[in-house]
């Protein structure tokens, strides 16, 4: 049996400098912020990273000086607004961007899953997404149809040097399965040239097969597995556990300001030495009080008031 | 309340986060039972019990029909299967394109924006598109600084020239008043002000020369029953604070 588990520091150490990346995630939910705190651990400079809606992976990335340029669709977090260290990364000119829309860039990585080296689509026409180019030399063509003459926009195939996903379990096999909303993890994971998975157990084969219908990455195309329980920690997993809303306050405060940030990083990526320690962290009853509901794969709120006992400052 | 009256019984209808996701419940519960509710995220026909805070929120796979993905659901936009779609931004213009990307130069940018999303799809794709906006000078411009999602581009026929199939903005709704766009022109014209609004403060108000097509009609305050449904769906006043 071939068995692809290793420890996030070597899985980390897979990534090199200068390497396009994309991450799995949308929202606060599915984004392997154990990963992208260790990528920061281990000191990664000139990333290019190619992003639909993780927010979180690029605004941690962007705000601990990782990222030389993104690729992006919409990065925002939601309830809170526009990412800081992204926008002031941007707005200070040390990470570069080329925009598109969500589907525009899921097109272009569908293309890279698909084998082809373009594909049409009929968004992105008369806006300024097509004006303005950074970084592709050839950010898009357009044609009018050859068979019906319809104007299209083609966009090129994107193929990551590594995709890094968060899912809910594997086996040592590298088959990954996920429940819940899966974003564009399938064109991702398909794209990528290496797929790297962390999820929240690593199961036995006989479990996996017994749900093959939740199955989103092969094993064939996993180069590697980590057990990480609370990978996506403060983001949440569907029917593991929920986003912890005091934590994403936490962070998006000290990400207004450099310096505050620089504290919440070294308080909660350079001063510990591995995610354990960041679990310690947080903190046992913080992270059991953030369990899914087993019906709701969320908090209930009902069940929280009533059980919570007051809770002090984190 | 506005919003929600965009909202044909039957319609599909292309939800956010936020006010649309307000707009698109109390339809459904005032006058469209079976409008359909997709997100951007690929879950359709949600019934959530919890206020979602995002189109991707756990609270949205509660009760809904289908848990599609990211690509079928914007898909189902480019083939035409989406009748009404609602955008906001940092910016509109008078031709109603939008800015949810850069103030200032696009490359060194003042104010670097969250980006397009799922906007632009929507604003290129959508049967019919309505805007949702803050009524501030800074908002409503004479001209975006970068046009992430298309109204009608540069007026008249600029929209069908560059090619766009979807049939673009036909309302956009602020905090003070109604409008819609000249068949003609595609300019944004005054239909409607809310109750004890005028047209100096809506003019006042706005970065750009506000037409008017005719006397402004008066929005209708909602009912209290109206009033009751908003705040059953967000009891915390979260989206809607404490004035629907």
Redesign the interface.
Known sequence: MVDKRCTLAEAVSLVHDGASVTFSG?????QPLAFCRELVRQGRRRLHLLT??ECWAADLLCGAGCVATVH?????F??YG??QN???A??E?TV??E??????I?SRF?AGALGVPFLP?????????LT?W?LEPRKHVLMDSPFSG??VVLVPALQPDVAVIHASRADAEGNVQLV?????I??QARAARTVIATVEEVVDPAEIRRHPELTVVPGFLVEAVVEVPFGAHPT?M?RYY?YDEAHIAEYYAASRDPARFRAYLERYVYDLPDHWAYLDAIGLARLLALR?DPH???VD?ELRRAKEPEQGGS | MVASREIRDGDRVFVG?GLPLIAGYVAQRRHAPHAVLIF????IGASP??LA???????L??GSVM?S???YA??L??RGRIDVGFLGGAQVDRYGNLN??AIGD????????????????IA??AERVVILMPHEPRRLVERVD?????GF?RGGT??EE????GGGPVRVITDLAVFSFDPLTRALRLDALYPGVSLREVRERAGFAVDVAGPAAEVPPPSEEDVALLRDLDPDGIYLGRDP
Do not use: K
């Not at chain 2, 696009?106 to 799809?121: F, H, I, Q």
């Open positions: 949308f929202g606060h939910s599915l639909m809606g992006l669709s919409c990065l925002l939601e309830g526009r990412c992204f926008s002031r941007v707005e000119g570069a961007v925009d598109y829309s969500h589907f525009a899921t569908l689509i009929r968004s992105l026409l008369g806006s300024d997404i303005h950074t319809e104007r819940g909303p899966r974003s564009i399938d064109e949440g569907y929920d899914a709701w794969g969320y709120p | 986060t951007e995220s690929g879950i019990r919890h805070s995002g189109v991707g929120d756990f609270r796979m509660t848990m993905g990211l690509y914007l898909s936009l480019q949810s990307t696009y490359r060194t940018p003042r104010v670097r924006l969250p980006g397009s999303g799922g906007a632009n799809d290129s794709l970068y046009v992430t999602s298309p581009l600029a929209r560059a090619g766009l199939v």
